[in-house]
C-alpha cells in the first residue's frame, strides 16, 4: 500500500461516507424521532462538524482510507485479470497453469530460509505476482492476436490490391481516385498484419522467456540459501515484461483504422460520389 496519494483522494468526502459516521446520523435522527425534540439533532450536527474538521486531516485515518483504495483497485485488477484468464482457450489456461505452479514451487521453497531474509524474500513475492500477472496479459494479447491473424488472408489482400492496381488506368477519374484509396487502405491493412504478427512472435518468445527464467529460478531456489543471488534475475525479467508490455498496448491500436484515417477516406468517398452524382 502507498504512504501517500497522489491528491486525489477526498478524505471529507470518504470521513462523511464512513459506515460509522453514517451510522451516528442515523441513530440522531432516529433519536430525535422517538423524543419528539431537536436537540439530538443539534448535538449530532454539532459533533458531525467536529468530526469532519478533525477527522479527514488525521494521518492514521488516512492511511485506513488508503487502504481501502488500495484494496479497491487490488480487487479490480484481480477481477480484470481474472477476465481475461477466462477468456484463454484450455491450453494457454493449462500453460499458465504450469507457471503459477512453478512460482508455488519457489514460494515453498524460500519459506525455509532465515528470518534475517525475509525482506527479500517480501521482495520477490511482489514481483512473482507481478509476473503473474503480466504473464496473463501476455497469454490473452497472444490469443486475440492469433485469432486476428486466422481471420485475415494476406494473399487475398495482395490480389485485391495488385488487381484495382492494375485496372486503374483503364478507369474513370473519379473511380481512379477512390481505388488509390481503396489501395492505400490495403496497404496499411498489410503493414498492420505483419506488425501483428511480428509482434505475436515477441509475446511467444517473452512468454517462454519468463517460464525459462523461473524454472531456473525454481532449480536455484532448492540449494539456494541467499534469496538476493536471484534479484538479477528477476529485476532483469520484469524490466523485459514490462517493454514487451509497452510494445503490445502500442500494437493493439493498429486493430483499427485510426479515425482521422475513416474520416479522411469517407470524406474522400462522399465528395467523389456528389459529382459522380451532380455530373450524372
Not at 514490462?242 to 483504422?257: D, G, P
Request: with cysteine; charged share 30%; aromatic share 8%.
Amino acid at each position: 500500500m502507498p504512504d501517500r496519494d497522489d491528491g486525489q483522494i477526498d478524505y471529507l468526502k470518504e470521513a462523511f461516507r464512513w459506515q460509522y459516521n453514517k451510522i451516528m446520523l442515523f441513530g440522531a435522527l432516529a433519536f430525535a424521532g422517538v423524543s419528539l425534540s431537536a436537540l439530538p439533532l443539534i448535538l449530532g450536527a454539532g459533533l458531525e462538524l467536529i468530526y469532519l474538521s478533525t477527522v479527514p486531516h488525521n494521518s492514521r485515518f488516512q492511511r485506513l482510507v488508503r487502504s481501502w483504495k488500495f484494496e479497491d483497485e487490488k480487487r479490480r485488477r484481480e477481477k480484470s485479470l481474472s477476465a481475461l484468464f477466462y477468456e484463454l482457450p484450455a491450453g494457454l489456461r493449462a500453460r499458465y497453469a504450469n507457471m503459477d505452479n512453478t512460482c508455488r514451487a519457489i514460494r515453498e521453497n524460500y519459506k525455509r530460509l532465515t528470518s534475517t531474509s525475509q525482506m527479500f524474500v517480501d521482495q520477490m513475492e511482489n514481483k512473482l505476482e507481478g509476473l503473474s500477472q503480466s504473464y496473463v496479459r501476455l497469454l490473452n494479447a497472444s490469443f486475440h492476436h492469433q485469432e486476428y491473424l486466422h481471420t485475415i488472408n494476406r494473399d487475398s489482400i495482395n490480389k485485391e490490391s495488385a488487381q484495382l492496381q492494375k485496372d486503374l488506368e483503364k478507369e474513370p477519374a473519379k473511380v481512379q481516385e477512390i481505388n488509390r484509396k481503396r489501395i492505400e487502405i490495403l496497404s496499411k491493412r498489410l503493414e498492420k498484419y505483419d506488425k501483428i504478427r511480428e509482434n505475436t512472435q515477441v509475446i511467444e518468445a517473452q512468454c517462454s522467456a519468463v517460464e525459462d527464467v523461473l524454472n531456473l529460478i525454481r532449480d536455484q531456489s532448492v540449494t539456494m540459501h541467499d534469496p538476493e543471488q536471484i534479484a538479477a534475475h528477476l529485476d532483469g525479467l520484469v524490466k523485459d515484461v514490462e517493454q514487451t508490455e509497452e510494445t503490445v498496448r502500442e500494437v493493439e491500436s493498429i486493430f483499427e483504422l485510426s479515425p482521422l484515417a475513416e474520416a479522411q477516406f469517407g470524406e474522400s468517398y462522399g465528395s467523389s460520389s456528389s459529382r459522380n452524382r451532380v455530373s450524372n
